[in-house]
């Protein structure tokens, strides 16, 4: 059974780093892409990039490029996103979710809450 | 490419027929459309992709439809788990986009 199983929700203080996580298992974690797509409250869904793990290479959404880093550990079949200065607007719901080359997205993680104060 | 999605907000009652458009400001190439049904505090769920193919597990009260710009989302003899926000994804060619959602409420 596929599973993408996310990190914890996060309170963080503005100026803060974080990293958090999404964990895949029941399928080859090296050949499909893992994309991260942000919530903000009361708000739709955003993509922000994705990053193929079999090669590490990352793509990132112009609104996101230089605002966040998008990394994978094959090793560990797990995705990273981070950020290393937090903003109060960084506040939202993270989703994780798979898709394969050129496909849509087929699974999604449960989503890691992000709350960061000023 | 911007997805545009009306209406914004969907009231009907159960047994009705919901229809949700996706615009796009450019052509989807491949026709490479996706829709998903996304509740508060799940994941969202796909519900069909390439503009008009069902997903695994969906009934058939969800069909779509449309082609280079313009797609629909159709959701026939509506129950009330169908109250969820409703998103139009365009995949295949990076950045991604979703339309801005439609909330769907069941009266």
Redesign the interface.
Request: aromatic share 12%; charged share 15%; glycine share 10%.
């Given at each position: 059974e596929v599973q993408l199983v996310q990190s914890g929700a996060e309170v963080k203080k503005s100026g803060e780093s974080l990293k958090i996580s999404c964990k895949g298992s029941g399928y080859i974690f090296s050949k499909y892409w893992i994309?991260w797509?942000r919530q903000m409250p009361g708000k739709?869904?955003?993509?922000m990039?994705?990053i193929y793990p079999g090669d590490s290479g990352a793509?990132?959404?112009?609104s996101f490029q230089g605002q966040v880093t998008i990394s994978a550990d094959k090793s560990t079949s797990t995705a990273y996103v981070q950020w290393s200065s937090l903003k109060a607007s960084d506040t939202a719901m993270y989703?994780c979710?798979r898709?394969y080359t050129?496909?849509?997205?087929?699974y999604?993680?449960?989503?890691t809450l992000v709350t960061v104060s000023s | 490419i911007v997805l545009t999605q009306s209406p914004g907000t969907l009231s009907l009652s159960p047994g009705e027929r919901a229809t949700i458009s996706c615009r796009a400001s450019q052509t989807v190439n491949n026709d490479?459309l996706?829709w998903?049904q996304?509740k508060a505090g799940q994941?969202?769920?796909?519900l069909i992709?390439?503009a008009a193919s069902r997903?695994a597990g969906i009934p058939d009260r969800f069909s779509a439809s449309g082609s280079g710009t313009g797609f629909t989302l159709t959701i026939s003899r509506l129950v009330p788990e169908d109250s969820a926000?409703y998103?139009c994804?365009r995949?295949?060619g990076?950045?991604?986009?979703?339309?801005?959602?439609t909330k769907l409420e069941i009266k």
């Amino acid at each position: 059974e596929v599973q993408l199983v996310q990190s914890g929700a996060e309170v963080k203080k503005s100026g803060e780093s974080l990293k958090i996580s999404c964990k895949g298992s029941g399928y080859i974690f090296s050949k499909y892409w893992i994309g991260w797509v942000r919530q903000m409250p009361g708000k739709g869904l955003e993509w922000m990039g994705n990053i193929y793990p079999g090669d590490s290479g990352a793509r990132y959404s112009p609104s996101f490029q230089g605002q966040v880093t998008i990394s994978a550990d094959k090793s560990t079949s797990t995705a990273y996103v981070q950020w290393s200065s937090l903003k109060a607007s960084d506040t939202a719901m993270y989703y994780c979710a798979r898709r394969y080359t050129a496909s849509k997205i087929d699974y999604w993680g449960q989503g890691t809450l992000v709350t960061v104060s000023s | 490419i911007v997805l545009t999605q009306s209406p914004g907000t969907l009231s009907l009652s159960p047994g009705e027929r919901a229809t949700i458009s996706c615009r796009a400001s450019q052509t989807v190439n491949n026709d490479y459309l996706a829709w998903y049904q996304h509740k508060a505090g799940q994941a969202p769920r796909l519900l069909i992709y390439a503009a008009a193919s069902r997903a695994a597990g969906i009934p058939d009260r969800f069909s779509a439809s449309g082609s280079g710009t313009g797609f629909t989302l159709t959701i026939s003899r509506l129950v009330p788990e169908d109250s969820a926000v409703y998103y139009c994804h365009r995949y295949g060619g990076t950045p991604f986009t979703f339309g801005q959602g439609t909330k769907l409420e069941i009266k």
